[in-house]
Structures are given as structure tokens and as C-alpha cells.
């Protein structure tokens, strides 16, 4: 089993469209964890980090379900500039992040 | 805003060779980090490093590979001698004290071994 598995996508959706992204890890001693978003060819940049009471920054919302070890990321109203590959990123607390293969995202117009 | 930085853009070296990745990472931060992604995979771990000392490492850091704090701003990454498996984008990364699960990578170097 992969330790944090995402849907490959692409998601295709047209501007101001919701879209939601899952992820589910299979480490039960995760303890950090994060959406990062990465464009093509460049480095991954970190989106948000998830916290169990759920977090919310702007269009974006995190949830985080320790119980089933899922992990969700909700975007509003996208944005063109929002067409990426986004990363769930777990951390069992010894800061070696593990990676998702990413979900990637194209925002129409 | 601050960034970690990374040095070269692109590196293309022989098999065999050693070569050297630099990275500054950002200027108040304690924790640094190597990571590498194979062209179509997943961002992999390398190593992290904190108080001078390798903190964790992975399984793909293995003899060819290690890492120094030559000064008190850049932080290196280097392969003895390099396979054509080497070949990927390396991500320096930096996190600072008290915030130290959060990281912030560098725009990357790519290594081309031929």
C-alpha cells in the first residue's frame, strides 16, 4: 500500500468552480500534515498545513480525519492561476516529509 | 519575502564524477533538507540536518551521498560518484525553529548524468 495515495487526476473544471481533492496516508503515527502545490517543473510550495479542527485560508479549506487517515483539500471559486499539481504531504514527526504522487488541477476558462 | 536558493540551475555530469549542489537556505531557519524528484515521479526524502549533525536520513542516502555546512550560510549536497539513476531535480529545503514542521524549498537543481 502507498504511504500517501491521491486520485492522479487531471481535474478538469472551468473557472469559479469548486473542486475537492482527497488523500488517504497509511502511517497511523502521522503527525504533521500539509497540501503543497507544485507547477511544472518547478519546486513543490507549501499551500497549507492541516490540523485536525479543520482550517480554512481564503478559497482554500483543509480537513483532516484522523480516525479513517484522510485528508481533503476544498478550493472555491478557482482561479485560472490555481491550474497546478497538488501534493498531500505527511510527516510522522521526524520532518522527512512523505509525498503524494499529486493531483493534478486545470482550471478552464 | 525570504527564499531558499539553490545553485546550479542545471548541472549535466558524467557518470563517475563527483558534483557538488549548493543551496542557501533562509536566513533565521535551523532545520535544512535535500530532497529529489525523478522526472515523473514523486518528491522523495534524502536527508534532513539540524545542529551540524544528519538528523534523519533515507535509504537512497546511501555512501555515495552527504551533506555539509561548510559556512554559515550555504548548505551542500554531494555525490561521489554519480549513476545515471542520479539523474533528478534536487530541492533544498529550510524550516525554522518553532515552526520547524513547515518547509519551504528551493527552486531546485536539476542533475543530468550522462
Known amino acids: 500500500r502507498k504511504e500517501v495515495e491521491q486520485d492522479p487526476g487531471p481535474f478538469n473544471v472551468p473557472e469559479g468552480a469548486t473542486v475537492a481533492f482527497n488523500c488517504t496516508y497509511s502511517n497511523s503515527a502521522s503527525q504533521s500534515f500539509f497540501w503543497y502545490r507544485q507547477d511544472c517543473r518547478k519546486e513543490p510550495k507549501l499551500l497549507m498545513s492541516v490540523y485536525s479542527s479543520g482550517n480554512e485560508d481564503g478559497r482554500f479549506t483543509a480537513q483532516l480525519n484522523r480516525a479513517s487517515q484522510y485528508i481533503s483539500l476544498l478550493i472555491r471559486d478557482s482561479k485560472l492561476s490555481d491550474s497546478a499539481t497538488y501534493l498531500c504531504?505527511?510527516?510522522?514527526?521526524?520532518?522527512?516529509?512523505?509525498f503524494g504522487s499529486g493531483t493534478r488541477l486545470q482550471v478552464q476558462p | 519575502e525570504p527564499e531558499v536558493t539553490q545553485t546550479p540551475s542545471h548541472q549535466v555530469t558524467q557518470m563517475g564524477q563527483e558534483v557538488i549542489l549548493r543551496c542557501v537556505p533562509i536566513s533565521n531557519h535551523l532545520y535544512f533538507y535535500w530532497y529529489r524528484q525523478i522526472l515523473g515521479q514523486k518528491v522523495e526524502f534524502l536527508v534532513s540536518f539540524y545542529n551540524n549533525e544528519i538528523s534523519e536520513k533515507s535509504e537512497i542516502f546511501d555512501d555515495q551521498f552527504s551533506v555539509e555546512r561548510p559556512d554559515g550560510s550555504n548548505f551542500t549536497l554531494k555525490i561521489r560518484s554519480t549513476k545515471l539513476e542520479d539523474s533528478a531535480m534536487y530541492f533544498c529545503?529550510?524550516?525554522?525553529?518553532?515552526?520547524?514542521?513547515?518547509?519551504?524549498f528551493g527552486p531546485g537543481t536539476r542533475l543530468t548524468v550522462t
Open positions: 504531504v505527511v510527516d510522522t514527526g521526524r520532518r522527512a516529509l512523505t
Open positions: 529545503a529550510s524550516s525554522e525553529q518553532g515552526r520547524d514542521y513547515e518547509q519551504y
